[in-house]
């Protein structure tokens, strides 16, 4: 069994910022990629950024230049750094990690129980 804990989410104003942080435990032999999706009212989940093991990043368009992704690899953890936040920004953060649970080569998503982040003008 994998363990996803998220922990970060807040109300905050415009312009403000935020760290959400994803510890990954349990049944772990490796990890891929870990990713942070978000959810906003009526629209789809949606790729905000992921982050590789070797330490390569990609970004959503409406966060580049503010958002930065970030892990620790010893611990199993993943970070991001939302900064200037937007009314926008206002969703259901989900943590994403690509794990091998028994190191057999198959991969499969862990998700964990998504923290709300609310940006108010």
């Known amino acids: 069994q994998v363990f996803l804990v998220v922990s970060g989410g807040g109300l905050v104003q415009a312009g403000e910022s935020l760290t959400l942080s994803c510890a990954a435990s349990g049944s772990i032999f490796s990890i891929n990629t870990m990713a942070w999706y978000r959810q906003a009212p009526g629209k789809q989940r949606e790729l905000v950024a992921d982050?590789?093991?070797?330490?390569?990043?990609n970004y959503a368009d409406s966060v580049k230049g503010r958002f930065t992704i970030s892990r620790d690899n010893v611990n199993n953890r993943a970070y991001l750094q939302m900064n200037s936040l937007k009314p926008e920004d206002t969703a259901v953060y989900y943590c994403n990690v690509n794990v091998d649970q028994y190191g057999l080569g198959t991969y499969f998503d862990s998700w964990g129980q998504g923290t709300q982040v609310t940006v108010s003008s």
């Open positions: 982050i590789t093991s070797s330490g390569s990043t």
